[in-house]
């Protein structure tokens, strides 16, 4: 927009001086003509004793100098520019066509045209008027009212581009927190039509989709009452039930689909409620090892980090997270080998690893392996559970600004690496 009003004014400026050259140039003209007729008559006029006394006058009162023209003089000729050889033509049309215009004989500047006072040889010379009759001074106040139209016309732009921008600007932040799993404020519909239109377009869309988180939140939520209470039933028969082998059977087909109920609701959840804290993650990594560790499985005390490892997280949240690895890593990669926990702090950003020596993922399943009830089609397809631990976690990540890796492990195996940047969390992503 500036550009453009720059260019803008330029234009005017060019349009100016093409319209203006035509009138100054006539009233140039017409001042030579004068001068030389006014100068031709009081020659001719004058007594030959006062000639002298009269072009004395005329020089020292109007800087007006005559010379005799000779043949042998020294002449330029003109500079081919519009105005002067316009100024040239018009008073050729009056003067004659014999006249000539220069700026320099013998030397001298100025500006010089040729005229006669008889049909003698002797009666022809050259009438010399100061440069600054043709020099424009180009006026400072036409300069100033020019930036002064320019910074007008900036001013008007800007308002115009911020009233459309300010409405821009808030759908793009409003939509980066629907990407991102966030409830957006409602955006103002007012400004141009098309800016209100898109508006209450996107407040009826992010409402909609408020409303079927709720919905999908609520169905979820009865389902697992639902199910949870004949499984309880379930699990006090079977307590009862007098095959040992049958009864731990069905003890774990039954934990295993209270599980999957657990995970569901987990990923149902719309919002966490859950605030930011400052927790010692290394401390909280070695917790959950240790838990693992009481109940029989290999999972490695992770060392203690370099830097500092109080971090702002959301701490439920985060052992959930690191659960669900930890979870999955054991499941594919069974018990023979351990789960190695590591975390890695620096500024501005923390990541926790887990280890596993399992099957591993392949790089072009990584993406799909993040999604919702993806699984594998090789090395993991028994796998018990939802397939919905590795789509938590990703939620989770995106809650603290970060991000889900899942990377081959050198010698075998997956490195599931959580990246947090916490300086920055999002506000309201549930896990």
Known sequence: MALLM??????????????EREPRARQLAQTLVSVANLTRAALVSARPEARRELLRELSDREGIHIYPADATDRVQPLPDRVFLLRVEELVREQLGPATRLTLEREGERALFVSFRIDDSDEGNYWLALPRERIDRVFP?????????ALLLSLLGAWLIVFRITRPLKALQEAARKVG?????????????TELAT???AFNQMSADLAQLDQDRALILAGISHDLRTPLTRLRMGIEMAGDDGLREGMTADIEEMD???GQFLDFARSESGEALQEVDVGALLAELATQYQRRGFNVAVPPAPTLASAIPVRPQALRRAVSNLIDNALRHAGNDSPVELALNAAAGESSIEVRDRGPGIPSQEVERMKRPFARLETARTDAAGAGLGLAIVERIARSHNGRLELLAREGGGLVARLVLHPSTPTATVAP
């Open 180 to 192: 991102a799993g966030e409830t957006a404020a409602r955006l103002d519909e007012g400004g141009p």
């Open 140 to 148: 400072l106040g036409w300069l100033g009212w020019g930036v002064a």
């Open 259 to 261: 599980k999957t109920i």
């Open 6 to 19: 720059v260019l803008s004014v330029v234009a005017w400026f060019a349009i100016f001086r093409a319209y």
């Open 198 to 200: 898109v508006a209450h």
